[in-house]
């Protein structure tokens, strides 16, 4: 649209698109609207828009994804929960650890997250594990406990989703679900989290290529989420010094494309504590808009994922360090 468009003619170019059996996606920016229209099959004559009131061009997006390009937002998404923000100014952490496991273990390291000055808080209630027999999650009640962990500290709740009934129990607890690796290409649970109210951090799948990961969120936003944050969390090699190979270079190549905000889990990406901090600088040296980091008060105690932890001290000298590098580089 025009810079000078007004509300009503985005409104009959949004009404334009419904009466064609279309959608339309409209997308406010710093000076203009931009309209995205998905469900078309072939390709739709761009001339039944380009006359009507206040529109300033109609460009075909010829990339496979449309909604979460730069093509249509040529400014950065910020994803805001509250006042907390992931994609803004300022540094977005996300930490907390595996899986919530007792009230005591999360309220030990929420303390700790709240007083580094870090806004997010993760934990995990259902777990996707690779083993049936391992520690899965404790389901409801530890969304119970994050919601008190909410309330205590003020800092938002991100968790994991598995599937459909997750999201809408999710939904009543935390502030934004996680889609994990696993469920990167689930596509009925993209669909969904598409329909939720919640922002989504969609993890990068484990084999999945930039074009795999950004199609799946291109998926939730065609559902009419746009609230996405992407995450790099690494992916099998060949490397057996590491339990994934943290892709740095994939928040370069996103930024290129894609207006949403990206972050790097160093924990997942590495899969050994020693590894997170150094990966963790490397991460925002590269520009990721936050980091997901996992933290345990007692990690040779963790149910899972406990060879990655960083403890409480750790943790506190990784956000000095990555915060110092946010400042040089910001
Ligand atoms: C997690 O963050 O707890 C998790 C299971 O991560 P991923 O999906 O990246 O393996
Ligand atoms: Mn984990």
Redesign the pocket.
Known sequence: MTANATEREVAEVVRAITELGFRAHPMPGATRTAIGITGNKGEIDATRFENLPGVAEAIRVSKPYKLITLDLRPEKTVVRVCDAAIGGTELAIIAGP?AIESREQAFAVAERVQRSGARFF?G?AF??RSSPYAFAGLGEDALKILAEVREAYGLKIVT?ALDEAGIETIESYADVI?I???SMQNFTLLRCAGRSRLPILL?RGLAATLEEWLLAAEYIMAEGNYQIVLCE?GMRTFAQHTRSTLDLAAIPAVRRISHLPIIV?AS?GTGKSYMVRPLARAGVAVGADGL?IEVHDHPELARSDGAQALTLDEYDEMIKEVRAIHAVIA
């Open positions: 595996c993760r995990g777990k996707p994991e996680q994990g690796a696993r993890k969390r889990d997942h997901m």
